[in-house]
Nanobody, 116 residues
Framework: QVQLVESGGGSVQPGGSLRLSCAAS????????MGWYRQGAGKQRELVAI???????NYGDSVKDRFTISRDGADPMVYLQMNNLLPEDTAIYYC??????????WGQGTQVTVSS
């Protein structure tokens, strides 16, 4: 089992920035990747960004060039730096921990609201 706890959500004006953090605990030695998904009101959950243990990254098309995912090599942490936030970025952001071949663990989510 892997437990994930997100922090750093909140409200910001369009064009602003936020940084999300996610801390993993439990059976972290088996984690292959960590990342972020989001779900807006009435929408399906979608990929934001994911980073593997080898630091390979993948981003959703709507956040490329605005968001940056990073990980702490020493600690089981993953971060999401979000710049130039847009109203359409408003969503609940969920931290993901992935163990191969096909087991995903999820955090409880943190709300991000972008509004003027």
């Amino acid at each position: 089992q892997v437990q994930l706890v997100e922090s750093g959500g909140g409200s910001v004006q369009p064009g602003g920035s936020l940084r999300l953090s996610c801390a993993a605990s439990g059976n972290i030695s088996r984690l292959y990747a960590m990342g972020w998904y989001r779900q807006g009101a009435g929408k399906q959950r979608e990929l934001v960004a994911i980073i593997s243990k080898y630091s390979n990254t993948n981003y959703g098309d709507s956040v490329k060039d605005r968001f940056t995912i990073s990980r702490d090599g020493a600690d089981p942490m993953v971060y999401l730096q979000m710049n130039n936030l847009l109203p359409e970025d408003t969503a609940i952001y969920y931290c993901l921990g992935r163990i191969l071949p096909d087991t995903d663990y999820w955090g409880q989510g943190t709300q991000v609201t972008v509004s003027s």
